[in-house]
């Protein structure tokens, strides 16, 4: 260590060790440090005590940053030591803070997978529409117009609701990030959905049905199946790709839903009409060591993913538009309509009641399930086969 009158010839002129590192004291206020390295690099820092350590802060390289520039950042580090600050550690801070594209990591790993079924869905949102645009900032760098222009380009693009679907997702994100002390603030506050939604209230006619199960046959046999299934089950398209062959029992015809594939987290059983048992022994013809009745094509010990490409071909070849979850709203449509009470369309589609009735009602209403879907089971086959004259039409009747 050396002390030196520091001047901007003197700096300029100063030769590097023949080995080791010096480091030089200026003589002037504010008490700025030079460093010398044997290969020439000049590196300005300040020490300075917080809470009695000794820190090291380093200011920048010469000749990036002059002589006199560096007083100057000399002089506002020591007035913020003054002020309680330790700029050496708020430095190591922001070096370390996690960036947008850490914290969704974080993020999915540490919450989305282990609290979501779809968790998948958010990773695929935001490797597409929100890390390519903030993949590499600091998470606590983005501002509410960062993400007011993120969803103005995803409304210029024509996916206000895409739009909507992102926000919602970055403000959970950020909202779990502020619980684990990553992040202080949620830049998504007061930013409100840029596009209108629009509740689907789309049900497929009796034409319309005959028209999607024929179009079946243009698909390969497994996504054909899932369709089906769909349709017959009146469940969640996500719960039945992920049917797995444990849970199902075809010789009493029963699927018994577990509570951690359940969208409301409540086990759920499912009565098996004869179509859908025969759409299941269709599966059961298909050699394989995968426990999912829908594996995905390409891994087996995966369900399959949300069939888009699927879905898209059987709205060509059909000619219905629709889209995959306007089948469950069909079947509990055309259920009611044949005078299945609302209460037990509503077991059948695992809805949680309010209030007491969810409480205290322990009646399951397997029979009624049963008898309601093998009704609309029937039908089914009666639309597909043209027999409409064996549709089932059950006396509408109240339940307590």
């Known amino acids: 260590m050396a002390k030196a009158t520091f001047t901007s010839r003197w700096v300029a002129a100063l030769q590097p060790p023949e080995a080791g590192q010096v480091d030089y004291f ?90 979501k079924k779809s968790w998948g869905d958010d990773a695929r949102l935001l490797t597409k529409e929100v890390l390519p645009q903030w993949g590499t900032r600091k998470a606590y760098d983005i501002r509410r117009r960062d993400v007011i222009a993120l969803l103005d380009h995803l409304v210029e693009r024509g996916a206000p609701i895409q739009a909507n ?46 028209a999607v199960w024929a179009a079946c046959d243009h698909l390969d046999p497994l996504h054909a199946a899932c369709v089906q299934l769909a349709l017959l089950t009146a469940q969640r398209g996500g719960e039945v790709r992920s049917m797995q062959w444990k849970d199902v029992d075809l010789e009493t015809g029963w699927w018994t839903i577990p509570a951690s594939k359940a969208k409301n987290g409540r086990a759920h059983r499912v009565p098996l009409s004869p179509p859908a048992v025969a759409v299941l022994r269709g599966r059961q013809t298909t050699p394989t060591v995968t426990p999912w009745v829908f594996p995905s094509p390409i891994r087996p010990q995966q369900p399959l993913r949300k069939p888009q ?36 369309v509503g077991k059948i589609l695992n809805h949680v009641e309010p209030g007491v009735t969810k409480v205290y009602d322990r009646h399951s209403y397997d029979a009624e399930k049963r008898q309601a879907l093998e009704a609309w089971g029937h039908k089914v086959t009666a639309l597909v086969t043209g027999e409409t004259g064996k549709v089932i039409l059950l006396q509408r009747k109240t339940i307590d």
């Open 26 to 115: 200026d003589s002037k206020p504010p008490s700025l440090g030079l460093r010398v390295t044997p290969y020439g690099r000049k590196t300005w820092f300040i020490m300075y005590r917080s809470n009695g350590r000794l820190r090291r802060l380093t200011l920048g390289t010469y000749p990036a940053l002059s002589l006199a520039d560096a007083r100057q950042h000399a002089l506002a580090a020591r007035h913020a030591v003054a002020q309680g600050s330790d700029p050496a550690a708020h430095k190591q801070s922001v070096r370390t803070a996690p960036t947008v594209a850490d914290l969704a990591t974080q993020y999915i790993e540490l919450y989305a997978k282990v609290h």
């Open 165 to 210: 679907r992102v926000l919602a997702l970055v403000r959970k994100m950020f909202n779990w990030a502020i619980s684990r002390e990553l992040v202080e603030g949620n830049p998504c506050l007061q930013v409100q959905p840029p596009g209108k939604e629009h509740q689907r209230e789309r049900v497929l006619s009796d034409e319309e049905i005959r």
């Open 309 to 344: 490409g699927a879905a898209k071909r059987l709205v060509q070849v059909s000619g219905v538009a629709f889209v995959p979850h306007d089948l469950r709203r069909t079947a509990a449509s055309h259920m009611t309509s044949m005078g299945i009470p609302r209460l037990v």
